[in-house]
């Protein structure tokens, strides 16, 4: 074969991973324009959505941190095998018995396949393309996934616009696609498993200075989480939930569009502004939803996303890894996860309680004001650290 023929292939096998990658991530918010009219169905509230919401913090958490060297005992491509049959059989379900606790069982199937991908996926794709330019493996497995975790909800949105229901066409749809992405995975090489063992085991870990990095992924994803599993209901309150699928779109998918400048900035910098972006952000989102101003919601995710998923994300994480170097990068980058799915998690249940108890209006806005405390709390303690690098 001459060399000129193997970037193509390379490519072309990048681009295989890439869909299979997209494919998986689709899957995970798949049903969140339903929640709300799941939760109707089984006769219960916000509180009990955002429960079955985090199950799926259950399920990746114990992947990332206890299964981090399964690739290097078994290989990369059993494991998007996997993730992709977890991800049919966690649609499946759904499908099957539409409700609560379906919901619930299959985010924790999520949670795992998602934990599974994220251990494996930038080394694979590095694999595939020969190491010939980390920068394009990176970007590979970004543009991907963030595509992926947005266009789910937004396509089961299109169809819930046609034929209100809560087995809507496009989980029957995904299930073709995921099946498709299998059989494309399975004509990808692999690398051999590696001689060297390393432990499975990924305690977390917060050199001095990371931690204030950790409190900002935490409070941006509180408000990714909030965004998926309670906007729903909020907006349903204005007729208006089948965009909420457009909504999970806009906060979880267009970040990746600021990535390029949050690259430009350093790390604290970037962190700095995406706090910055956060409140406004999401008083936009509050105020939009509480008044029923769909522009005012779509707006906000957009800007929300930027900060999330572009500046906080991109920034928050490299900080952590420049602080930690590469003796205890596998720690401080558990670490950093960790305390992002603590605030996927905890503040959305929370506030899902808050609603059933008080209303959308006032647990929305005590939610905000505890969005602005941890964003006034993690700049203080953001301009304290030490500089990373």
Known sequence: MNCAATPTINRKSAACLAFALCAITTAVNLQAPLYDALAARDGLGAGAT?????????????????????????????????ALLLCLLATTMTLIAPGLLALGVARLLLGISTGLTSAVAPAYMQV????????????????????????????TSLFVFQTPSVSPPSLWLYLAIAALA???????????????????????????????????????WATVGLVIAILPSALNQHSLSAW??????????????????????????????????????????????????????????????????????????SGVLAI???????QASAG????????????????????????????????????LGGVIITLVKLRKAPSPG
Request: charged letters at 5%; one cysteine or more.
């Open 336 to 371: 950093y996860f960790l305390m992002a799915y603590l605030g996927f998690s905890i503040p959305v249940i929370t506030t899902g309680v808050l609603i059933d108890a008080v209303g959308h209006t006032l647990a929305l806005t005590l939610f905000g004001l505890a969005l």
């Open 50 to 82: 955002t429960i079955a919401f985090a199950c799926y913090v259950l399920g990746i958490v114990p992947v990332l941190l206890g299964l981090n060297g399964l690739a290097d005992r078994v290989g990369c491509k059993p494991l998007i095998v996997t």
């Open 182 to 220: 299998l059989v494309v995975v399975t004509t990808l090489k692999d690398r051999a498993p590696s001689p060297t063992k390393r432990s499975m085991l990924r305690l977390p870990g917060y050199p001095r200075g990371s931690f204030a990095f950790g409190l900002a992924i935490m409070v941006a």
């Open 244 to 317: 909420s699928g457009f909504a999970t779109f806009g906060i979880c998918s267009c970040g990746v569009l600021f990535q390029p400048w949050a690259r430009r900035l350093a790390p604290r910098s970037a962190t700095q502004l995406g706090l910055v972006i956060l409140p406004m952000a999401y008083g936009l989102i509050a105020w939009g939803a509480v008044q029923g101003y769909l522009a005012a919601v779509l707006l906000g995710t957009v800007a929300a996303s930027s900060a999330c998923y572009g500046f906080i994300y991109l920034g928050g994480l």
């Open 128 to 155: 595939l393309l020969n190491g010939q330019d980390n920068r394009m493996a990176t970007n590979y497995v970004t543009a991907s996934t963030a595509l992926g975790f947005g266009l789910g909800a937004a396509v």
């Open 324 to 330: 930690a170097g590469t003796s205890t990068s596998q």
